[in-house]
DNA sequence: TCTGGGGTCCTAGGACCC
DNA sequence: TCTGGGGTCCTAGGACCC
């Protein structure tokens, strides 16, 4: 049997990177991007990372850095890196129908050439994303994903490679692995890495002449499966067509904290509203709504609650969901408190078309088709001219708790008043 | 009172990913 | 003052069934 041959298109520093197209000033100068609420550092170029931030690292806690080196730092844009996103994924559909979109900034193809052509075809589309959209990818290309992922990234540290390093020829795949540490494999998170050097497995050759049982006793079949691909087997295959979630979940801690329920209530629901989209999105309705609230975890005193409800019918429209959340935020909510966060949980997913009709009363129309069409059109709305251009009341005018963003970088694609102005 | 082999469904918790 | 948000998969154990 033929052998599947895989890519990871892998973009660099991906937020970063997005940020840059519009600022080509700030090409190799230090840029980071921020997390919601401007809490975190989750995007670093690689200027940043030389100088020791980590990711995640919180922005309060290194000012002087960021001062002394000048950073540009940029509040994250998700529509703007959506958007990229999606420019990129059209260049690939270039290449080839095989595509699995593994996340915002990363996607698998399989190829289906002479495996000495690989190099050089990942060479060209990694040359035309450059052009095209001006974001910098790096291109593993391996026998098994996971190896791809070994392949990018070595490649994204040893800038000889150029972007792209293959790992076909197998008989020489020891001496890569042999510089790769355990804890950089795809599947091998902190808890298991620990336990793997105590086990003497430090490198990913280590892992992969490991005893197979042994891990699998200790990591289940997912560990068992990643020695095998680290073996050149095929575990992992091409996902291609997006699964419906069976989880949705909105939240977000507040830009301050509050005492007020009023301003909870709104923050909650624009997270069910949120929520909603999401599942009507892929053509669902829940039956198990859940709301947590707490208290700001780095505090002394966590309050920190949350109650799921089953819903007397599943439902997709916002208006029933916001209800049952405020009446369950309700339950929960004790004065007193200053709460931080608050979010909303959906479970218990199934397809509309799922829906079981009632037995009893064979008029009964479901819940859902009663609201669907109005949701839909609400949908179409908020879609064309921006999110929450068609709201409930609750939501309100303004929203007290909304996000800190103090350095976001305007919507260059997606908003007309906000283009690129090339030419004054 | 002790004795058996299967099976399903559900939940909680632990690990991982980006 | 300031510490992200959203997911998945697997296993073990309990409840229940025949």
Redesign the pocket.
């Known amino acids: 049997m033929k052998k599947n041959i895989y890519a990871l298109i892998d973009c660099d520093n991906f937020y970063v990177s997005c940020e840059r197209i519009f600022r080509p000033d700030l090409k190799n100068k230090p840029v980071a991007v921020l ?3 401007d ?2 550092i ?1 995007s670093r170029s690689n200027e940043v990372k030389a100088l020791g931030i980590q990711m ?1 690292t ?3 806690k290194i000012p002087e850095l960021i001062k002394e080196h000048n950073i540009q730092i940029f509040s994250s844009n998700y529509s703007l890196y959506a958007d990229i996103s999606n420019r990129i994924n059209k260049i690939l559909e270039q290449y080839t129908p095989n595509i699995e979109i ?5 996607a698998f193809i399989t190829l289906s050439i002479p495996k000495d052509k690989c190099t050089q075809y990942c060479k060209e589309i990694r040359e035309k994303i450059l052009q095209g959209i001006g974001v910098p990818v790096t291109i593993g290309i391996a026998y098994t994903k996971t190896l791809t ?1 070994v392949a990018s990234k070595i490649a994204k540290k040893q800038k000889g490679y150029k972007g792209v390093l293959s790992l076909l020829d197998t008989e020489n795949n020891d001496k890569y692995l042999d510089i790769v540490e355990v804890e950089d ?9 620990k336990w793997l050097h105590s086990m003497g497995i430090h490198t990913a050759k280590d892992l992969k002449y490991s005893d197979r049982n042994k891990i699998r006793s200790k990591m ?3 560990g068992y499966r990643t020695v095998l691909e680290l073996n050149n087997v095929e575990c992992i295959s091409l996902d291609q067509i997006p ?1 419906i ?9 507040f830009g ?2 509050t005492k007020s329920l009023e301003e909870i209530k709104k923050s909650l629901a624009i ?1 069910v509203a ?2 909603a989209e ?1 599942l009507r999105k892929q053509n669902c309705v829940t039956g198990i709504i859940s709301v947590f609230l707490t208290t ?1 975890p ?1 505090k002394p005193n966590l309050y920190s609650k949350s109650v799921a409800i089953k819903l007397p019918f599943p439902v997709s429209d916002t208006a029933t969901l916001t209800k049952f959340a405020i009446q369950v935020l309700k339950k929960i909510f004790i004065k007193s408190f200053e709460y ?2 608050t ?1 909303v949980f959906l479970t218990d997913i199934r397809p509309i078309d799922n829906v079981q009709l009632d037995l009893i009363n064979p008029y009964f129309i479901p819940h859902h088709e009663k609201t669907d069409k109005i949701m839909r059109a609400i949908d179409g709305i908020n879609r064309e001219w921006g999110r929450d251009t068609v709201r409930s009341a609750s939501i309100g005018i303004d929203n007290e708790l909304k ?1 800190r963003q103090e350095r976001k970088s305007p919507r260059y694609t997606t908003k007309w008043d906000e283009l690129l102005v090339a030419k004054v």
């Open positions: 997390s919601n609420n809490g975190c989750i995640g919180p922005y309060f593994y996340s915002i900034d990363e992922k494999i795809w599947g091998v998170g902190r808890q298991y890495s289940t079949v997912q699964s979630k069976k989880n949705i979940c909105s939240s977000k801690a301050k904290r997270d949120r929520a999401k700001d780095f931080k966060k979010g996000m």
